[in-house]
């Protein structure tokens, strides 16, 4: 149906910076809501930043000032721009998108295979 597809994860100094992207593709009708979440050991996931159609925005008060999310619907990728990154920031970061398919007249959520980001020295 729906692929998202993650890029961008790896290892990074604390105060460093990463560029995450997430391209979705398939029998895509219409993309409304698109996020990024995130999870690390033993913790539950948790919302990092969000974005509408829109362009509206937002974002979990630990990344506020610090990461950007953006989106460019003509190539139907989102992306997230981590900046100062802290240990803290450690965690695997899934793709998420809120997508109406061609068949469908309805709108359904779809998850990219996640994207490891360690933030250490």
């Known amino acids: 149906q729906v692929q998202l597809v993650e890029s961008g994860g790896g290892l990074v100094q604390p105060g460093g910076s990463l560029r995450l992207s997430c391209a979705a593709s398939g029998s895509i009708f219409r993309i409304n809501e698109m996020g990024w979440y995130r999870q690390a050991p033993g913790k539950q996931r948790e919302l990092v930043a969000a974005?509408?159609?829109?362009?509206?925005?937002n974002y979990a008060d630990s990344v506020k000032g610090r990461f950007t999310i953006s989106r460019d619907n003509a190539k139907k990728t989102v992306y997230l721009q981590m900046n100062s990154l802290k240990p803290e920031d450690t965690a695997v970061y899934y793709c998420?998108?809120?997508?109406?398919?061609?068949?469908?007249?309805?709108?359904?959520?779809?998850w990219g295979q996640g994207t490891q980001v360690t933030v250490s020295s």
């Open positions: 998420n998108a809120k997508i109406q398919l061609l068949t469908k007249l309805y709108v359904s959520d779809y």
């Open positions: 974005i509408s159609s829109g362009g509206r925005t």
